[in-house]
């Protein structure tokens, strides 16, 4: 089964100035969303396999989009995230279909390696309600400068039938990160941790 | 005149396949580019503040060509465009009409020779305050078609001393439009209204 998409929205978010200096190069993150029927909508289903496709198509779609926004290979990417919001009809464990089993291998080609962990978010909503996506190091999770998110809301979706799907890709971390932890430079990159 | 502080700048492009309706061919894209600036003129009564349009300018000229960017690059795809402002809570609605010139001007000089006057709407409003753009033809106001709207917002602005300015650009109708009227391909294109 592949994705019936009623509408895509891509933005990118850039940073060009935070309490009152200059951030240069702006630090930059792309998030792109689909809004997909949800097959499963209204009763329960037992064999959840079809989401999980769906997923595989979507993280290559949305990373892809997300690269394209930002202008830049996919070597470049640094951070990202992935999210879901399941409208009124649905369950969230049609989220959790989506988003788990197969999404990550696609988006790891998108942007090249990945070898952390997509952090995740998922919840149950409605028409223009904020979903947040968080943001982590795509190769080493406890980067700590690159621990982000961002929002996004769609004014006419996820209807009671649908399924909003959010991936996020950056090619840079916070705008002033100075918490310390373990730095981009100094992650290796081969466990996914650090 | 101040100069123009820019904090952080959205370029979102929504591609919409259908609304539950048939699918054209064509999917409709509406793409907004919002900027973050400093309200120069927050926190008390300014008498002169029209010479800040002026200097807006290359900020709108930016933005107009982003957004034709975003819809593939070709000004001549786009027939619906649209503006509008979010001063912050430490300013005045006044303010928000400083976009009118600087932001109409610098979409009809990026798109040749559109005649209708750019549609807009303003309020003061606060850190995640949505605002929604209304969008007509750019050559004919009256083109039935093509009235909508986007709704548009940034999580953390416009702060006290911020101002957020919009602008937006379609590629086309509705996606299910059929409430007759004029239509585009019926329209003078002279006086801007049919």
């Known amino acids: 089964?592949?994705?019936?998409?009623?509408?895509?929205?891509?933005?990118?978010?850039?940073?060009?100035?935070?309490?009152?200096?200059?951030?240069?190069?702006?630090?930059?993150?792309?998030?792109?969303?689909?809004?997909?029927?949800?097959?499963?909508?209204g009763n329960y289903v037992e064999d959840l396999s079809p989401l999980m496709e769906i997923g595989a198509e979507l993280g290559g779609l949305l990373g892809e989009a997300c690269v394209a926004a930002l202008g830049i290979e996919p070597s470049q990417a640094e951070s990202y995230g992935k999210a879901a919001m399941v409208g009124e009809n649905g369950e969230l464990e049609h989220a959790a279909a989506i988003l788990h089993p197969k999404l990550g291998a696609p988006l790891r080609k998108a942007v090249e390696k990945g070898a952390a962990l997509v952090p995740s978010s998922k919840k149950m909503g409605g028409p223009g309600q904020a979903l947040d996506v968080p943001l982590g190091h795509k190769d080493?999770?406890?980067?700590?400068?690159?621990?982000?998110?961002?929002?996004?809301?769609?004014?006419?979706?996820?209807?009671?039938?649908?399924?909003?799907?959010?991936?996020?890709?950056?090619?840079?971390?916070?705008?002033?990160?100075?918490?310390?932890g373990l730095s981009a430079d100094e992650a290796i990159g081969e466990d996914g941790l650090r | 005149m101040?100069?123009?502080?820019?904090?952080?700048?959205?370029?979102?492009?929504?591609?919409?396949?259908?609304?539950?309706?048939?699918?054209?061919?064509?999917?409709l894209q509406r793409a907004a580019a919002l900027a973050v600036i400093r309200n120069p003129f927050a926190g008390k009564y300014v008498e002169d503040i029209a010479g800040f349009m002026e200097d807006l300018k290359p900020l709108g000229l930016e933005m107009a060509d982003r957004l034709i960017a975003a819809l593939g690059g070709d000004p001549d795809r786009v027939e619906g465009f649209g503006k509008g402002a979010i001063i912050g809570p430490g300013g005045e609605l006044e303010h928000g009409a400083l976009w009118h010139v600087p932001g109409g001007y610098s979409m009809r000089e990026r798109l040749g020779d559109s005649r209708a006057i750019v549609p807009s709407t303003k309020k003061v409003g606060t850190v995640g305050t949505r605002i929604d753009i209304p969008i007509t033809h750019i050559n004919a106001s009256y083109v039935r078609s093509h009235f909508d709207a986007m709704e548009l917002g940034v999580p953390d602005a416009p702060r006290n001393d911020e101002m957020v300015l919009a602008l937006v650009m379609t590629t086309g109708p509705r996606i299910h439009q059929r409430v007759g009227g004029l239509a585009a391909a019926d329209i003078k294109g002279e006086d801007g209204l049919r």
């Open chain 1, 140 to 180: 080493a999770a406890y980067v700590r400068s690159h621990f982000d998110g961002i929002e996004v809301r769609i004014a006419d979706a996820p209807r009671a039938n649908e399924i909003m799907v959010a991936v996020s890709v950056t090619d840079s971390g916070r705008p002033l990160p100075r918490v310390g």
């Open chain 2, 2 to 27: 101040p100069e123009v502080e820019l904090r952080k700048m959205y370029v979102t492009v929504e591609t919409i396949y259908h609304e539950f309706g048939p699918v054209p061919d064509v999917p």
């Open chain 1, 1 to 41: 089964m592949s994705a019936i998409i009623r509408k895509i929205v891509t933005t990118v978010e850039e940073t060009h100035r935070e309490i009152g200096r200059t951030i240069s190069p702006p630090t930059r993150k792309a998030v792109a969303v689909a809004v997909i029927e949800n097959p499963f909508a």
